[in-house]
């Protein structure tokens, strides 16, 4: 089985950026397509980003395009999420996956969660 443990959350205001990494274990983490997902309280689960096996192709929801970046280390078996410009509404526990496909619009399998790390910004 493949474990994945979420690192680099916190406390920040407004305007300001944290990065997030997710290190894998246990398996084969070139073989998988990673995505980033968030779950704010009293909210449903929302899909945030997305990388292909290779790091190649990327995928963003509107809601944070041109502020997040998604990128990956196969040779350390992490990815990453850099946030930049935070607002309140970004605030969120970020959970880590590894699926299937990062493609918007295709039906994802999700093969292993991350427990999840809070990143809350403050107004």
């Known amino acids: 089985q493949v474990q994945l443990v979420e690192s680099g959350g916190g406390l920040v205001q407004a305007g300001e950026s944290l990065r997030l990494s997710c290190a894998a274990s246990g398996g084969t983490f070139s073989s998988y397509a990673m995505d980033w997902f968030r779950q704010a309280a009293g909210s449903a689960r929302e899909w945030v980003a997305g990388?292909?096996?290779?790091?190649?192709?990327?995928y963003y929801a509107n809601s944070v395009k041109g502020r997040f970046t998604i990128s990956r280390d196969n040779a350390k078996n992490t990815v990453y999420l850099q946030m930049n410009r935070l607002i309140p509404e970004d605030t969120a526990v970020y959970s880590c996956?590894?699926?299937?496909?990062?493609?918007?619009?295709?039906?994802?399998?999700?093969?292993?969660w991350g427990k999840g790390a809070l990143v809350t910004v403050s107004s």
């Open positions: 996956a590894a699926a299937n496909t990062a493609v918007p619009g295709i039906e994802q399998t999700v093969y292993y």
């Open positions: 990388i292909d096996w290779s790091g190649g192709s990327t």
